[in-house]
């Protein structure tokens, strides 16, 4: 088991930064790949970043890339994600997850959640 605890959100005006953490406990973090998604009201979940620690490789969705960057400390077992240049369609609740390395771009791969954060970008 891998227990996800997400931080950070809040209300920002448009052209602002967040950064998102997610705190882990349980088994070795660095065991899992780990991803961010977020999910908007009246919208589907969507897929926003991953890394697979392994490979030091990263993915991002195209509606972030070039604002959002994707880090870990395996020495703190948290995750974080900057955003940089919110947009009010940035708006969502984020949620980071884990799952195995090989499933780390499968969208449906994830098999542990936190709760979520809110992040609320105002025009």
């Known amino acids: 088991q891998v227990q996800l605890v997400e931080s950070g959100g809040g209300v920002v005006q448009a052209g602002g930064s967040l950064r998102l953490s997610c705190a882990a406990s349980?088994?070795?973090?660095?065991?899992?790949?780990m991803g961010w998604f977020r999910q908007a009201p009246g919208k589907e979940r969507e897929f926003v970043s991953a890394?697979?620690?392994?490979?030091?490789?990263?993915y991002y969705a195209d509606s972030v890339k070039g604002r959002f960057t994707i880090s870990r400390d395996n020495a703190k077992n948290t995750m974080y994600l900057q955003m940089n240049s919110l947009k009010p369609e940035d708006t969502a609740v984020y949620y980071c997850a884990a799952a195995l390395p090989d499933w780390w771009l499968r969208a449906n791969g994830y098999d542990y959640w936190g709760q979520g954060t809110q992040v609320t970008v105002s025009s």
């Open positions: 349980g088994r070795t973090f660095s065991r899992y790949a």
């Open positions: 890394v697979r620690w392994s490979l030091g490789s990263t």
